[in-house]
């Protein structure tokens, strides 16, 4: 029997390290890889290279940013789409407040100030009892670091252009997972309930004293879900 392929797509400022407790996790059984989100400053073009790579069928791990490339992705390519997971992620595309703070973050960068752009994006990234876990921030700056400036702005610019992916939901017609920390503050609820209603087989789980990053936060529950809900697709 051949091993399930997996493709993880991450967020913004994020590396491969994100999935690192699920790498090893899922490493003995399943084949895993890694999408760049660092050479290309639209979503479309990070869906491209994320096929580019992949194996002709394949299940699809995506977190934050790489949400908006999974979408593209059952846009482009639906039936190379095992199934999908959604962590943290939401399918509107900015309004003028997310748009300001993005433009906000630019001007920072390219005044020479992206160590700001960071550390203000910390109190957002992890639940509040965790902005003192000296580990897990060690992490987070980490992977904003080895990002770095010029790619976070392209990043910026993708996540500034994207599609508003709502429309598209209904097509999505593989099984869904979603997973959300309960205090995420970047996605909400609402985000969530929107996704659940426009994926016809789609299911959330909610993880407890989490923030954005589940994978990191709350990576045993993370792998649990993970796990289970691959030897079930396969």
């Known amino acids: 029997m051949s091993r399930p392929s997996v493709v993880f797509a991450s967020g913004q400022l994020l590396t491969e390290a994100v999935w690192a407790p699920q790498r090893a996790a899922l490493a003995p059984a399943c084949d895993l890889i890694h999408a760049d989100h660092t050479q290309d400053d639209t979503i479309a073009g990070m869906a491209l290279r994320l096929l ?4 002709p069928r394949f299940h699809l791990v995506a977190h934050a940013m790489g949400g908006f490339t999974a979408f593209e992705v ?3 390519a639906p039936e190379r789409v095992l199934s999908l997971v959604l962590i943290s992620t939401l399918a509107p595309n900015d309004g003028p407040a997310q748009t300001e703070r993005r433009q906000g973050y630019i001007r920072l960068v390219e005044a020479g100030r992206f160590d700001e752009v960071v550390e203000e994006r910390i109190p957002i990234l992890v639940h509040p009892d965790r902005r003192g876990d000296a580990d897990l921030l060690a992490v987070v700056r980490r992977m904003a670091s080895d990002t770095g400036a ?3 702005l392209r990043q910026q610019r ?3 252009s994207r599609l508003d992916s709502r429309a598209s939901l209904a097509a999505i017609k593989v099984p869904t997972l979603l ?3 309960d205090a995420d503050g970047i996605t909400t609820e609402a985000h969530q309930a929107e996704m659940l209603a426009g994926i016809a087989d789609a299911r959330l789980e909610v993880i407890s004293d989490c923030g954005h990053l589940p994978t990191l936060e709350r990576p045993d529950q993370t792998n649990r879900l993970l796990t289970r809900w691959l030897e ?3």
């Open 150 to 152: 010029e790619t976070f």
């Open 52 to 55: 580019g790579a992949a194996p």
């Open 74 to 76: 059952m846009r482009r």
């Open 179 to 181: 997973i959300r920390g």
């Open 232 to 234: 079930e697709g396969t």
């Open 158 to 160: 993708a996540i500034m």
